[in-house]
């Protein structure tokens, strides 16, 4: 079975950085996996932040472009969330998912299959 677990719970203040982490586990590594950052501020819909395969393909929404930044460790089996220059909108629940894939997702919510259960950010003013 398929897990994703993040971590990197924070709360800062603009400006500052934060970095989330993705620990997946249960899947075949020699797979082209696809995996992604999404989020979810209060009543607001599901965004997608950044997203990366196994081949270094990346994409960013613009709303991060610049600012974050997405990567993968194939042998530690992780993805990690570089978070720079943190803004109040940015704040929100982050989502790690995952889907085996043939090519590249990027940020297209139901493309992916496998998701964790989220970890806040809060960025103050």
């Known amino acids: 079975q398929v897990l994703l677990v993040e971590s990197g719970v924070g709360s800062v203040q603009a400006g500052g950085s934060l970095r989330l982490s993705c620990v997946a586990s249960g899947y075949n590594y020699d797979d082209n996996w696809c995996m992604a950052w999404f989020r979810q501020a209060p009543g607001k819909e599901y965004e997608g932040v950044a997203a990366?395969?196994?081949?270094?393909?990346?994409s960013y929404s613009d709303s991060v472009k610049g600012r974050f930044t997405i990567s993968q460790d194939n042998a530690k089996k992780t993805l990690d969330l570089q978070m720079n220059s943190l803004k109040p909108e940015d704040t929100a629940v982050y989502y790690c998912?995952?889907?085996?894939?043939?090519?590249?997702?990027?940020?297209?919510?139901?493309?992916?299959?496998?998701w964790g259960r989220g970890t806040q950010v809060t960025v103050s003013s």
């Open positions: 998912a995952a889907s085996r894939c043939g090519w590249f997702l990027g940020l297209i919510r139901p493309r992916y299959n496998y």
């Open positions: 990366t395969d196994r081949n270094g393909e990346v």
